[in-house]
C-alpha cells in the first residue's frame, strides 16, 4: 500500500514539475525519459527511467539505451550510469526521479567532458591541442540571401527586433470590420 501511494504522489508530482518541459517524455505512469541538453547539442544525451514494482525500497531501472544516445561512447554511457547509480545509493527509500533528472542536468559538462563532438575536430596530432566545442556552437546557421534581406528589413542596426513588432495594430483592426458594422 506504502508504494502505491508513494508511486502515485511522486507521478503527479513529475507531471507537475515538467509540464510542458519538451525535455521530459512519459513512456508509461512507471517510466520516464528527460532529455538532458538541447536537440542538436553534439553533447546532449537522454536517459530513461522506470520504476519496478519495489521502488523507491529498491534502485529504478536507469537506461541510456535510446537511439537518441547512439553517438554516445559506450565508456561515457557507463560512467553517466555509474554516477547516476551513486545517486541512488544516496537516495534508496526516497522518490528519486526528479533528483536524478536534476543531477544529470547540473552535472551534464562533467559527464560529457570527454565525449567527441565530431571525429575531425577532436584529432590531435602531436602537441597540438584538441580543436574546443564552443567554437563550433559559435557558428551560425547558413541563411540564403533573400532570407538576410528579410531579417534586415525587420531589424534595427543591431540585428534585435523593433520594440512592438509583434504587437496588434488597434486602428487596422477597427477599420477591417464589415460594412454592416458602420
Request: proline share 4%; with cysteine.
Amino acid at each position: 500500500l506504502f508504494s502505491i501511494c508513494s508511486f502515485q504522489m511522486e507521478l503527479e508530482a513529475l507531471r507537475s514539475i515538467y509540464e510542458g518541459d519538451e525535455c521530459f517524455k512519459e513512456l508509461s505512469p512507471v517510466s520516464f525519459q528527460y532529455r538532458i541538453g538541447e536537440n542538436g547539442d553534439p553533447k546532449a544525451f537522454l536517459i530513461e527511467i522506470s520504476w519496478p514494482e519495489t521502488y523507491p525500497q529498491t534502485a529504478p531501472n536507469i537506461s541510456m539505451n535510446a537511439f537518441f544516445n547512439n553517438t554516445i561512447s559506450l565508456a561515457i554511457k557507463q560512467s553517466i550510469l555509474d554516477k547516476l547509480m551513486e545517486e541512488v545509493e544516496v537516495n534508496l527509500g526516497t522518490a528519486m526521479t526528479y533528483t536524478l533528472f536534476e543531477y544529470a542536468k547540473d552535472n551534464k559538462e562533467l559527464f560529457m567532458e570527454n565525449q567527441p563532438t565530431s571525429v575531425g575536430n577532436n584529432i590531435s596530432v602531436g602537441t597540438h591541442e584538441i580543436v574546443p566545442s564552443s567554437k563550433k556552437r559559435d557558428k551560425k546557421e547558413q541563411l540564403s540571401k533573400t532570407q538576410k534581406r528579410k531579417l534586415a528589413d525587420k531589424t534595427d542596426h543591431k540585428g534585435e527586433l523593433p520594440r512592438g513588432w509583434n504587437w496588434v495594430d488597434v486602428i487596422k483592426l477597427s477599420k477591417t470590420g464589415s460594412k454592416d458594422d458602420e
